[in-house]
């Protein structure tokens, strides 16, 4: 992976936090081979323009999940410290990028 865009130390996630990050993204996974799938099988386009919608959703409460989780600890690390406006600069230019 790239290194990161900022040199602040990062709070590991818990094994728990990572377990359901890592599942939902499996599941994920296993709906884009459903797609490949469909697509091989020549299925009807509205039935994988669904599934692409479930997809997305899927991927975008998987960010609301990491965004989350880094206003909590990353955020409010940086505020306490005295980096506050340059890592919410950070994530609002991350956010901007998201909700394209």
């Known amino acids: 992976m ?3 865009l900022h040199d602040h130390p990062s709070t590991p996630r818990t ?5 359901a990050l890592m599942n939902r993204l499996k599941r994920v996974e ?7 799938k469909m697509v091989d099988e020549d299925r009807y ?6 599934q692409i919608s479930a997809i997305q959703a899927a991927l ?3 960010g609301f999940t990491i965004t989350e989780r ?3 600890h990353c955020v409010s690390d940086a505020i306490q410290s005295g980096e506050g406006n340059e890592t919410i600069e950070e994530l609002m230019s991350v956010m901007k990028q998201f909700s394209k």
Not at 45 to 50: K, Q, R
């Open 60 to 62: 975008k409460n998987v």
């Open 30 to 36: 296993g709906q884009v081979r459903g797609i490949q």
């Open 2 to 4: 790239d290194k990161s």
């Open 70 to 72: 880094h206003i909590k």
């Open 15 to 19: 094994k728990d936090e990572k377990q």
């Open 45 to 50: 386009c509205v039935d994988i323009l669904i």
